[in-house]
């Protein structure tokens, strides 16, 4: 079993910035693309971002393009979300997921993912 660990959520104004960081305990996911995921209350979850194993494949939500930024250290088993220009509408529990594949056409689609972690709230005021 993989067990994922987020960190580095908040509460920050609109317009401000967050690096929100995910950790791998047990194995590592080195070898696995690494997707990150939000849902809001009320509503379904959805993606945000993905990265492969090597990092030459990544993928954005269109929310969020031009303002956010995945990346990974594959030295130390982490992931990386760094978001910057945050509106109230990125207010949201946002979880980090391993997929199945070292690379994946499809990143978007929640089944291809395994394990997931327990999730780090992040909070935009207006």
């Known amino acids: 079993q993989v067990q994922l660990v987020e960190s580095g959520g908040g509460l920050v104004q609109a317009g401000g910035s967050l690096r929100l960081s995910c950790a791998a305990s047990?194995?590592?996911?080195?070898?696995?693309?690494v997707g990150w995921f939000r849902q809001a209350p009320g509503k379904e979850r959805e993606f945000v971002a993905a990265?492969?194993?090597?990092?030459?494949?990544?993928s954005y939500a269109d929310s969020v393009k031009g303002r956010f930024t995945v990346s990974r250290d594959n030295g130390k088993n982490t992931v990386s979300l760094q978001m910057n220009s945050l509106k109230p509408d990125d207010t949201a529990i946002y979880y980090c997921?391993?997929?199945?594949?070292?690379?994946?056409?499809?990143?978007?689609?929640?089944?291809?993912?395994?394990?997931w972690g327990q999730g780090t709230q992040v909070t935009v005021s207006s």
């Open positions: 990265i492969s194993w090597s990092g030459s494949r990544i």
């Open positions: 997921a391993r997929s199945r594949f070292s690379y994946s056409g499809s990143p978007q689609l929640q089944d291809t993912y395994d394990y």
């Open positions: 047990g194995r590592t996911f080195s070898s696995y693309t």
